[in-house]
């Protein structure tokens, strides 16, 4: 894969983009990643990429100029790729981790970050996809895309060690992941559950998933809704639901 950012400030990106699981995809040439200042691409002597906006009102612009002619020097560079633009807007649509199961499938990714009060509206003509980290301002696009890309290379083939964790992760799956234990068995009075100590894979197993239905229905009941339930899952979702009652109760009383 390879993934350009069109930012104003290319510095944000060296560290959390060169540490880590990033850091070791970029070492094994399984992600090539650019960052350009857009600034450089600016047609006039001052190097300027914001203006007034017409009709008035408040705050900056980013102009169309710089933006375009960037994105034009990356399709010069790479005239074969299949590209996908992502504008970083409040406006776009939420980030989620389906996003970034479908980003992870494609090619190319260009990341344009925002400043300033928004966006010169022919910017939008150049993008596929405008995305939000969700539901607050942020100065710039720097970290919404630094997020947003994180989350999208892990999920690319043998960036992770065990190709397993990232299909199992929380929002993959639809649950929130179980609670997980390493050594020692009791640690200052806190012990492991006996069921993780016995060997029985299967019984493991079984409380895995009851324990993810557990941590799903009582912290993010909102994904739990979104959810198919299988049959063993909704007995499971009983249990627990009979069980955190009469916690209450016992409470109560």
Known sequence: MRIDVLTLFPGMFAGPMGESIIGKAREKDLLEMNVSNFRDYSDNKHHTVDDYPYG?????LLKAQPIFDNLAAIEQATPTTKKRVILLDPAGKKFDQKMAEEFSQEEHL??????????DERIRTLVTDEVSLGDYVLTGGELGAMVMIDATVRLLPEVLGNETSAQTDSHSTGLLEHPQYTRP????????PEVLLNGNHKLIEEWRLKESLRRTYTRRPDMLAKLELTPEMKKLLAEIKSE????????ES
């Open 56 to 60: 008035g009102g408040a705050g900056m």
């Open 185 to 192: 068995a009791d640690f200052r009075g806190l012990a492991v």
């Open 110 to 119: 260009i990341f344009i970050c925002g400043h300033y009060e928004g966006y």
């Open 244 to 251: 955190l009652s009469q916690d209450t109760d016992s409470d």
